[in-house]
Each structure stands twice: as C-alpha cells, then as structure tokens.
C-alpha cells in the first residue's frame, strides 16, 4: 500500500489535508487500543468507468455492532459514514482499486472506562490486488491461541485485538510461513490474523462457525453464497480439528483486503495438487462480481462517481 499518497483524510465528518490525520496521544484510543474500525476495498470498473465500493453498507452495519460491543457513546449513524466515506473518494479523485480504512476511536483524555467523546475519520488510499492471490500461501499454524469471547472478542473488529494476531504473524515469518492459522482455546482451527479459512474435502467447502473465534467476516459470507450459487456447494460451518486441515484437498483465506488467497501448504504438508480447481473458480467468480463485470449482485456494488 502506498501510503500517504492520497491528498485528503476525512476527520470527525470534515475533509483535511492528509498530513493533518492526528489523534493525541494521551487519548483512551492510544492509551488502550480503543478503537473500532473497518478495512473495505473499492474497485475502478473499467467497463463502467466507474468506482465500486464492496458491500460498503455490511461493513457499515458490522462497525456499529463493533461500537455497540465496546460501548461507544456516540450518535454515529451507518449513513453519516457512508457519506463521509463516498465524498473522500471522490475529493482525492481515486480511479484505481484501492482501501479504505474507517475508525472510531474513544478521544480526550479520560480514563480506561471512558466512552467518549467519539472521534472517527476515514481514510481512502490505493491498494493494488496482491501477487499471493494468484501464487498461494505457504501456512504454518500458529503456537500461539486465538484470543476467545471472554477474553477479547474477535467478533468485535477492535485495534487492540490485533496484537494477538501480530505475535502470531510475526513469529509466523520468521519461521519462514506466509501466513498463520490460529487454533481456538479448545484447539480447533479458528482464522488468520486478517482473514477467514476455508479447506474443501471431498467436494465439500467445511469453514469454522462463528462461535470459534472469528470475525463475523463479510467476505466469508460472499464465499459462501457464490459456492452455493454458482457451484452448488453447501459449506459446512463447523469445528474443524489441525489433521484435517492436512488431508485437505485445497484450502483458502479470504477477507476485504486479502480477497481470495490459496493456501497450498500447512505445516509442510502439501495440500492436493497445489492451487485447487474450486479455488481458482471461486477466485475468477469473485474477482468478476467485485469489479462490477457480473449481470449479478448490483446490490453488493456502491458506485461512487456515477450513484
Ligand atoms: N478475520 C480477521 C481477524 C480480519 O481482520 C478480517 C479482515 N477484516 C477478516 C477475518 C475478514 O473479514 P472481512 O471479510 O469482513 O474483511
């Protein structure tokens, strides 16, 4: 990501110059990693000549169950954001697929149980599809544990909930991996530090539930519609044990900023034939939806020059 190459920021609903994206340092947000936020993509169709933003009101809707999780007091409404988000793009007149990044965050100075007052602000930045999408991902599965419900919940998409999964990232690579699994408290596979997993056994998609620690990923529930819309898979949503996960034909992440990225190893062990022929079908079906090349799902598309 190239960063800082946008002209403006959006803060507390105005539009300013990039360089003034400050927030203090002795507020709760820096203090406690007190902040709630967002990572959506937006697509330059070049048929519509347009800017597509993916399921922009789902992330919306998922970053007011966040605030609500963490008891923000603030009167922040899906369609503030949404404005706020739409007019940014169009101020730094992007026209290339990239990023947003969409945060609320507990401002002034109060203690560690403050609520408030509320600071949001967005950002909008261009960020190219990644090479590993199309070359794969070699995973190791992670010694350290996925953070649980009562004790940090993963389904709330809070800042200080990812340092669980930098400890396991970082460790991750240095141990030569692209990209870890995280096993639940009761060790089964859970999700990787920015994305969720799915593996496909004998024809069948199986991908953990949201009760094994994951975030209630809105690509998640893309990949599972189009399996079973396109390609007449049912995914399983259940416990998936570590040895499984070896035996599996192919596997895959996927998230709003990774998309759809193969897994072709697991602790050393290959998986199938390396790159899965429902993966790359999977992959070409969403790559077409998102960039708006699809007859179908006009609803997940905001467009934003022509809307
Ligand atoms: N899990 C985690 C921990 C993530 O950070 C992300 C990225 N937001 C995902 C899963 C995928 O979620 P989504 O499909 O909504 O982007």
């Given at each position: 990501m190239k960063l800082g190459s946008a002209k403006y920021i959006s803060m507390n609903g105005q539009v300013v110059p990039?360089?003034?994206?400050h927030v203090h340092v002795m507020s709760p947000a820096f203090r406690y990693g007190a902040v709630a936020f967002e990572g959506i993509r937006f697509y330059w169709s070049e048929k519509r000549q347009d800017m597509l933003v993916f399921r922009l009101r789902e992330h919306l809707e998922r970053m007011m169950v966040t605030m609500k999780l963490m008891r923000f007091d603030t009167d922040l409404t899906v369609e503030r954001m949404e404005q706020a988000t739409l007019d940014l793009i169009r101020r730094n007149e992007l026209r290339e697929t990239g990023h947003i990044r969409l945060f609320a965050y507990v401002d002034g100075?109060?203690?560690?149980?403050s609520n408030g007052p509320i600071g949001w602000c967005v950002t909008t930045l261009p960020m190219p599809r990644r090479p590993m999408v199309s070359k794969g991902v070699k995973v190791g599965i992670s010694s350290w544990q996925r953070i649980s419900d009562n004790v940090m919940p993963p389904r709330a998409k809070v800042a200080a909930n990812y340092n669980n999964g930098r400890m396991a990232g970082t460790q991750g690579k240095l141990d030569g991996y692209d990209n870890v699994l995280l096993l639940t408290n009761h060790g089964y596979i859970s999700e990787s530090p920015g994305s969720c997993f799915f593996m496909i056994r004998k024809g069948v998609p199986v991908t953990p539930a949201v009760?094994?620690?994951?975030?209630?990923?809105i690509t998640r529930e893309t990949v599972m519609q189009l399996l079973r819309e396109s390609f007449g898979l049912q995914t399983v949503e259940r416990n998936i044990d570590r040895t499984e996960v070896y035996c599996a034909d192919e596997a895959f992440f996927c998230g709003s900023g990774q998309e759809v990225v193969p897994i072709v190893s697991v602790d050393h062990h290959?998986?199938?034939?390396?790159?899965?022929k429902i993966t790359r079908a999977l992959q070409d079906r969403y790559f077409v939806i998102v960039s708006g090349e699809a007859d179908d799902h006009e609803e997940w598309l905001t467009p934003v020059y022509k809307g």
């Open positions: 990039y360089d003034q994206g100075n109060g203690d560690q149980w009760t094994d620690s994951i975030l209630e990923s290959p998986l199938g034939e390396g790159i899965g």
